[in-house]
C-alpha cells in the first residue's frame, strides 16, 4: 500500500514537471516566451510592460514598453531559457526621454518644426547597475556609472527638422542657440561627449522618420531587421560632436574640421 502511494506521488510530480522541463529546455511556445519576458521585466521593476516584438537568435530580443506609456520603446535580451534578464535598456530609455523633453522645449527657440530621439551609445546595460531605483536614475548617475566602469558615456542626439519651416535668414542665430543648448544640457551630465544630428527633412522624410522610431528602439537596430538607419541615410544632414574637453566640431565630407560659425553656415548653405 505504501509503495503504490509512493507510485502515485512520484507519478504526480513528474507529469507537474514536464511543462516547466521542458521550458526550460528552450521549448516554449512565443506567447509564453512574451508572458515570461513580461513577468522578468515585472519582477524588475514593479510595473507592467507589454512586448511589442519578439524573435529567437539563440538568445531571446525583443521590443517592449510599459504600458503606462507605449511610445516609450526599448530592447530587452534573455538567454534561451528565459530564467533571468540579460540585460535591458528601460532605464536608459527614462533619461532619453527626460534629455528629449528637455531638449524640446529649448529647441522651441530654434525651429518650429521638428522632433528629437536620443540614446547612449554605451553597449553596457542597466542590468548592472540594479542599485539604482528608478526614480534616482538621471543623466547624472547613468554617466557616472558608465565612468567609474570605464564606459563609453557619449550620447547621440538626433533632430529631425522641417526644412520648409526653417528661417534661412537665421543661420548665425541658429549655430549660437544650437551651442548654447548643447553645452547647457552637456553640463547637467557632468561633461559626457555628445553627437549631434541636424536631419533637415521633407514631410515624407519627417514622417518616415517618426513612423521608424515610434516602432524601434535606435538600440541594436541597426544589426537587426528594422528601417530605423535606412529612413535616416538619405536625409541631408549636419553632423556635430561636443567632446568632454570642451572641443566642438563637424563632419564635412567625413573629415572632422572645428566647429564656428562661418563652417556651420557653409554647411547648412550646402544641403
Not at 211 to 237: C, H
Request: contains cysteine.
Amino acid at each position: 500500500m505504501r509503495n503504490k502511494l509512493l507510485i502515485r506521488i512520484f507519478i504526480v510530480i513528474l507529469i507537474t514537471s514536464i511543462p516547466v522541463l521542458s521550458m526550460g529546455c528552450g521549448n516554449m511556445s512565443k506567447g509564453q516566451r512574451e508572458k515570461r519576458l513580461k513577468e522578468l521585466l515585472r519582477e524588475k521593476y514593479g510595473e507592467e510592460f507589454e512586448v511589442r516584438e519578439l524573435y529567437d537568435t539563440g538568445a531571446i530580443h525583443a521590443w517592449c514598453y510599459p504600458i503606462k506609456n507605449q511610445n516609450m520603446i526599448f530592447m530587452a535580451d534573455t538567454k534561451e531559457e528565459m530564467d533571468g534578464l540579460i540585460s535591458d535598456y528601460y532605464l536608459q530609455k527614462i533619461v532619453c526621454n527626460q534629455i528629449d523633453t528637455e531638449l524640446t522645449e529649448e529647441f522651441q527657440q530654434v525651429y518650429k518644426s521638428f522632433f528629437i530621439s536620443s540614446y547612449f551609445s554605451s553597449r553596457r546595460t542597466d542590468n548592472y547597475f540594479t542599485y539604482y531605483k528608478k526614480s534616482e536614475i538621471s543623466i547624472q548617475t547613468l554617466v557616472h556609472y558608465f565612468r567609474i566602469e570605464k564606459l563609453d558615456d557619449s550620447i547621440t542626439i538626433n533632430i529631425f527638422i522641417d526644412r520648409e519651416a526653417v528661417d534661412n535668414s537665421l543661420m548665425t542665430f541658429e549655430y549660437e542657440k544650437i551651442v548654447d543648448i548643447i553645452r547647457k544640457e552637456q553640463g547637467i551630465g557632468d561633461n559626457p561627449t555628445v553627437f549631434v544630428y541636424l536631419y533637415f527633412c521633407d514631410d515624407v522624410e519627417m514622417q518616415s522618420a517618426k513612423e521608424a522610431i515610434g516602432k524601434y528602439d535606435w538600440r541594436d537596430s541597426e544589426n537587426s531587421e528594422t528601417d530605423i538607419y535606412d529612413v535616416r541615410k538619405n536625409i541631408p544632414r549636419i553632423e556635430l560632436l561636443f567632446d568632454e574637453n570642451g572641443g566642438q566640431y563637424m563632419f564635412i565630407d567625413d573629415e572632422k574640421v572645428e566647429l564656428n560659425v562661418s563652417n556651420y553656415i557653409k554647411q547648412r548653405e550646402d544641403l
